[in-house]
């Protein structure tokens, strides 16, 4: 375990922990966009910035983003120090000239007082607010079939060559986690567009409502070692049969 | 063309001559006067080029062998002294004696950062690893500089001597050279190199009949300025997207693949079998005590003598641009000096004599970086210059980072603002607001440094910013938005600019005084640059 301080009180955290972990359960509450537990750190948006010195370091303190920072013993931070309230007020300000209709940004500006940017707004800004959380979820499922394009200010997500991404199977995953919901996606009957690519969906036996792409159902029972039959079913008749199985196995139990 | 070993100095030699240079200095030890450099200021002639300014104040260490022997040939290196660096570190001295004489000379990286080398190498070689890689970084993206690859492509053997010297010291068997593709030619001549190597047993299994083994291979940037950042070099060298990480655990420790790299710039490598031949006593000599040996620059811009030089450090910009660059073109007076590349700055006049080293140039707000030296005359426009960087560096951003990211974009179309006479003096508070954020919150070097083409030259030159704030006036004449062109008195009347002009915004008669209508003039400054009378004048 290590002890550290955050805003004067001292905390215990687990050794190789993530600063940001560790603030957010002091119940303190500080923005990020490009944060998300289900993939590795990213430190990109930088609002998780936080001031840290330590008592050796003579005053000297630095400014470190804390989603990618792992916690040391005798770390001293500051999670709200004018300087990084007026990091944070500066990047807002940014994503908004950028984003302005984005309704997460416009909410997070709103907390540190800024309802309009003070910067020119850009005039072919969008709502995606380049945080990279859909390539690295895609990535992380192994998919890999969108990715960041270009660089510096022309960069945007996008699908191999603007076309049709081989790869995507029609999971929704960027889409879900879209901090914006920029991701545009349509489900009409057993039809499912994403990318510009069309998905035939499965339909379950039972409920006769459609489940998952035809491609995600191949993919998982393939790499996950699920059978096939199993998608014949949505999450609904499954928990069902579940717990049918179950009851019967009790009732079977208080028979004997 | 210099003639050893008496180091007689030709210039302007065409191939016409040669026959004449053979017959006549080679032959019967004749001088042909015609051929001699003359001095632009005394007029005389010079024979010996260690006699010229431009060379003698130079020392050549890095750039020992450029022009001496031919790239491409093994034989030429040794010859000169190759690999008898390897040789000995090989067979006489162990890695930790190796890592000793490195530290004790005091070499710094001569990238940009300025890091010890000898401590990086030694911090990788402490930490335990089944594998340690070694990597160079010739990815010299900086506008206006040309050092690594004119050592790449003159003198590829040095650079490989020296990474063969640092796998050694660190244990690592596998190396990379990280080469810009805009290098062709640095590329055909280091694969050559690593091919002859290969071919007299210099790299692969048991190098000179010993233990080590070392292979090594070149890794082709696509040109992207962020891959010269340590963690987006070691992505795309393997293979991903060049994106810098966050190095809160530095790259020496888990760089390429995670693994313990030592990271060092073409420069750097090519003094390393330098100093292991002439010990570190003679090479802490040379130089400051903090910042020891040489620097390269490519001295560019309004100087009389542009060109790859290489200086002890500690020597003042004022040596550099007026007794080896000759001073300025023109005669015209100084303005301002560039050094580090696009994240560099811009020191004034006052500045001049600093001495050139790592911690000096930071303090002034400028920096070492990789040794690019734009020298600026008064007719360049700092508010220009800013703008120009800023928007070099906004289209080399990789985008990763919000502060960098927007925060550069805005930053140039707030410099955009004032070079057009549309900006408040609220404009350039938000500027330097700004800044301290992007240098705050940015992920990687390029963000933390990119504000500081604007910051050094409002530290310096704000009355310049303010004149094109209030007075919506450039005083250098550049800003297109801010001046006019004008005719005086001096017109002959020739009807050269007319013929120029291709938006018939001129008028007049042969012999009569011409006018230029400012509603059609689009200020291209093609009539400035065909009259010879400097009969138009740029307010």
């Keep these: 375990m290590v002890n550290l301080t955050i805003n004067g009180r001292v905390v215990r955290a687990e050794e190789g922990e993530m600063l940001l972990n560790v603030i957010k359960r002091q119940g303190i509450n500080i923005p990020a966009t490009c944060h998300h537990d289900a993939v590795e750190p990213y430190g990109a948006c930088r609002l998780c910035t936080v001031e840290i010195t330590k008592e050796t370091w003579q005053g000297w303190k630095n400014y470190v983003t804390s989603c990618l920072y792992p916690v040391e013993e005798g770390l001293i931070v500051n999670t709200h120090s004018p300087e990084v309230v007026e990091l944070r007020k500066t990047i807002l300000d940014l994503l908004l000239a950028r984003s302005p209709n984005a309704r997460l940004i416009q909410e997070m500006a709103a907390e540190y007082g800024i309802t309009h940017t003070s910067f020119e707004e850009i005039a072919d800004g969008d709502d995606c607010i380049l945080c990279g959380l859909c390539t690295r979820v895609c990535d992380a499922l192994g998919f890999c079939a969108i990715s960041s394009v270009n660089r510096g200010h022309g960069r945007e ?74 998608f014949k079913l949505n999450d609904v008749s499954h928990r069902k049969e579940l717990a049918l199985t179950m009851g019967k196995i009790t009732h079977w139990g208080r028979e004997e | 063309m210099v003639i050893e070993p008496d180091g007689l100095f030709y210039t302007k030699v065409k191939p016409k001559d040669v026959s004449e240079i053979i017959e006549k200095t080679l032959e019967k030890d004749e001088i042909i006067d015609r051929l001699l450099y003359t001095d632009p200021v005394s007029c005389e002639k010079e024979k010996n080029y260690n006699k010229i300014p431009f060379y ?45 004489v490195i530290s004790k000379s005091g070499l710094r990286g001569r990238g940009g950062g300025g890091f010890q080398a000898g401590r990086k190498w030694q ?48 244990g690592a068997r596998e190396g990379y050279i990280y080469v810009r593709e ?7 001549h280091l694969q050559k ?9 210099m790299l692969g299994d048991s190098i000179l009949g010993t233990e080590f083994s070392f292979r090594i291979r070149i890794a082709r940037g696509a040109g992207a300025f962020v891959c010269g950042e340590s963690s987006a070099l070691m992505k795309s060298v393997a293979g991903e997207v060049g994106e810098p990480r966050a190095k809160y655990i530095r790259s020496v420790v888990k760089g390429f693949y995670d693994k313990p790299t030592v990271l060092n710039n073409v420069e750097t490598f090519a003094n390393v079998p330098a100093i292991i031949s002439n010990g570190a006593d003679w090479f802490k000599k040379i130089g400051t005590s903090k910042s020891t040996g040489t620097k390269a620059f490519s001295l560019v811009g309004k100087v009389r003598n542009t060109g790859l030089i290489e200086v002890p450090m500690g020597i003042t910009l004022r040596e550099i641009i007026y007794d080896i660059g000759g001073g300025i073109l023109d005669d015209r007076p100084f303005k301002a000096v560039q050094t580090g590349g696009p994240s560099g700055g811009c020191l004034p006049e006052s500045k001049l004599d600093l001495p050139v080293d790592f911690d000096t140039l930071t303090e002034a707000g400028s920096m070492m970086g990789s040794g690019g030296m734009i020298v600026m005359d008064d007719k360049t426009c700092m508010v220009d210059v800013a703008k120009y960087f800023l928007s070099f560096l906004v289209k080399e951003s990789c985008g990763k980072c919000v502060p960098c990211r927007e925060g550069l974009y805005q930053l140039h179309a707030l410099a955009v603002k004032i070079s057009e006479g549309r900006a408040t003096e609220g404009d350039l508070d938000k500027m330097e607001k700004l800044s301290e954020v992007i240098v705050r919150g940015s992920l990687c070097g390029l963000g933390k440094s990119g504000p500081n083409p604007f910051l050094s030259t409002v530290r310096y030159f704000r009355d310049e910013y303010l004149a094109h704030i209030r007075d919506k006036r450039c005083p250098a004449g550049v800003c297109r938005e801010l001046i006019h062109y004008e005719i005086n008195d001096k017109c002959t009347g020739c009807m050269a600019c007319i013929t120029a002009c291709a938006y018939d915004a001129i008028s007049g008669k042969k012999n009569e005084l011409h006018v230029i209508y400012q509603d059609k003039c689009t200020k291209c400054g093609a009539c400035v640059a065909v009259c010879n009378y400097e009969a138009i004048d740029v307010t």
Excluded at chain 1, 180 to 188: A, N, S
Excluded at chain 2, 62 to 68: D, E, Q, V
């Design chain 2, 182 to 188: 805009e290098y062709p030619l640095a590329i055909i």
């Design chain 2, 123 to 170: 911090t990788c070689r402490n930490i335990e690893s089944d594998v340690h890689y070694v990597i160079c970084n010739g990815d010299e993206g900086d506008p206006g500089a040309f050092m690594d690859r004119a050592i790449m492509e003159g003198d590829p053997h040095s650079v490989l001597e020296g990474i063969m010297i640092a796998a050694y010291a660190i």
């Design chain 1, 157 to 230: 997500i996008a699908p191999p060559l603007w076309e049709a991404p081989p790869d995507c199977v029609g999971c929704l995953a960027c889409a879900q986690v879209c901090p914006t919901d920029f991701i545009e996606y349509t489900d009409k009957g057993t039809e499912r567009t994403i990318w510009g690519k069309k998905f035939e969906l499965l339909v379950c036996e039972q409920t006769g409502r459609p489940t998952i792409t035809h491609e995600f159902a191949k993919y998982l029972s393939r790499n996950r070692d699920i059978p096939e039959e199993y």
């Design chain 2, 56 to 100: 003698s104040r130079q020392k050549r260490i890095a750039l020992r062998n450029l022009g001496k022997i031919r790239p491409n040939k093994i034989d030429d290196y040794i010859a000169g002294g190759g690999y008898q660096a390897l040789a000995r570190v090989l067979t006489e001295m162990s890695p930790e004696e190796v890592i000793k």
């Design chain 2, 193 to 201: 190199a690593i091919d002859n190597c290969e071919d007299v047993g």
